[in-house]
C-alpha cells in the first residue's frame, strides 16, 4: 500500500518512524507533503520515504491519503484535491460528517493516535461510518496494527479517548521529568533517573492490565510507609484532581470554549 502523509509534523513523523521499524504491515511506500518548511523532505529522508511536490501530485500517487494537517486547515486543503480513494483523518476534534462532507466521494476513517506509535507501542482510537467499504477499512486496520492496539470507538466518543490516550504522553512526560529532575537533583545521573522513571512507568503500565489502580497504590503503600507519606502529598497538592482537570481543560478546547 503506497501511504501519503497531507502534513509532515509531529504526528506523521512519528506514525511514519513507527512504520520505518515495525515488524508487522507497513505502507509499501510513504509519500509526504508540507506547506513550505522543507519537514516533508527531512522526514522523507530519516524514514526512507519520498517528499512531493503537491498534494494533488501525492493523491493521486496513493492508496491511503493521512491527513496530517492542523483542524483548522482541513477546508483548504480538501478544497484543492483530487479525489483520494481513502482518506485517514488524524484531525483532533473532527467529526466524521465534517470529514464526510469535505471528502463525499471517498471513504473517511476518522483516527486518533498517541505518540507511542513512533516506538510501535501506539494506541489508535478508529471510527468509520456505516457504509465505509469494509476492505478498505480492513487494509487500514492491519497497517495500523504493527504500529498500535487499535480500538473502534463510536465517533461521538473519540473527543473523550482523545483526552484520555490522545494527551496523556504528555501529562506522563510531566511526571518523569518531575520525579527524574528530583533524583537528578538529588544525586542520580539525570539520565539513570529518568531511565528508572521510564522502566517503573512500564512496569506499572503492565501491572494494570492484572490489578485495579487501587490495588497498585493500596500495595505499594503500606501504612506509615514512605509512599504513603507520597500519595499524601500528592493529594494534599492537587494529585489525582489535576488531571481530572487536564482531561476537562482538553475537552474543553477541543468543544472550542
Ligand atoms: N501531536 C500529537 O500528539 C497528535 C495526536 C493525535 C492527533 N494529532 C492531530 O494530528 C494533526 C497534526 O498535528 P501535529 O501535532 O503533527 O501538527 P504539526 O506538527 O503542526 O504539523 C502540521 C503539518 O501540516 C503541514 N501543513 C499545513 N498546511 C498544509 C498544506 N496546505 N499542505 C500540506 N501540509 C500542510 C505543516 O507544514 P509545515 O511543516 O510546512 O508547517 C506541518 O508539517 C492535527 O490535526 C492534530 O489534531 C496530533
Known amino acids: 500500500m503506497i501511504v501519503g502523509f497531507i502534513g509532515s509534523g509531529n504526528m506523521a513523523a512519528a506514525m511514519a518512524r513507527g512504520w520505518a521499524s515495525a515488524s508487522g504491515e507497513s505502507p509499501s511506500r510513504m509519500l509526504f507533503t508540507d506547506s513550505g518548511s522543507g519537514r516533508a523532505t527531512a522526514l522523507a529522508d530519516e524514514v526512507g520515504g519520498d517528499a512531493v511536490a503537491s498534494n494533488d501530485d501525492l493523491v493521486r500517487e496513493s492508496d491511503f491519503v493521512i491527513l496530517a494537517v492542523k483542524p483548522a486547515s482541513l477546508e483548504d486543503v480538501a478544497a484543492s484535491l483530487p479525489r483520494p480513494r ?22 473517511v476513517i476518522r483516527l486518533m493516535p498517541n505518540l507511542g506509535v513512533e516506538v510501535n ?3 489508535i482510537c478508529m471510527a468509520e461510518p456505516d ?32 483526552a484520555v490516550m490522545g494527551c496523556s504522553p504528555a501529562y506522563f512526560a510531566v511526571i518523569a521529568e518531575a520525579l527524574g529532575g528530583e533524583g537528578a537533583a538529588n544525586g542520580l545521573e539525570p ?20 490489578r485495579t ?33 487536564a482531561y476537562a481543560a482538553s ?3 477541543m468543544r472550542g470554549n
Open 86 to 107: 481513502a482518506v485517514l483523518s488524524l484531525l483532533g476534534a473532527t467529526t466524521l460528517e465534517k470529514l464526510a462532507s469535505q471528502f463525499p466521494e471517498s471513504t
Open 213 to 245: 489502580p487501587f490495588e497498585i497504590q493500596t500495595a505499594v503503600a503500606s501504612p506509615g510507609g514512605s509512599t504513603e507519606a507520597g500519595l499524601e502529598a500528592l493529594a494534599a497538592t492537587g494529585g489525582a484532581e489535576a488531571f481530572r482537570q
Open 191 to 210: 539520565d539513570v533517573a529518568i531511565q528508572m522513571v521510564a522502566e517503573s512507568l512500564a512496569g506499572t503500565a503492565e501491572l494494570l492490565r492484572h
Open 131 to 162: 457504509n465505509a467499504d469494509p476492505s478498505i477499512v480492513a487494509e487500514a486496520r492491519k497497517m495500523l496494527e504493527s504500529i498500535a492496539s487499535v480500538h473502534d470507538l463510536p465517533d461521538e466518543s473519540m473527543d473523550v479517548a482523545t
Open 251 to 253: 475537552i474543553e478546547r
Open 121 to 123: 507501542q501506539g494506541v
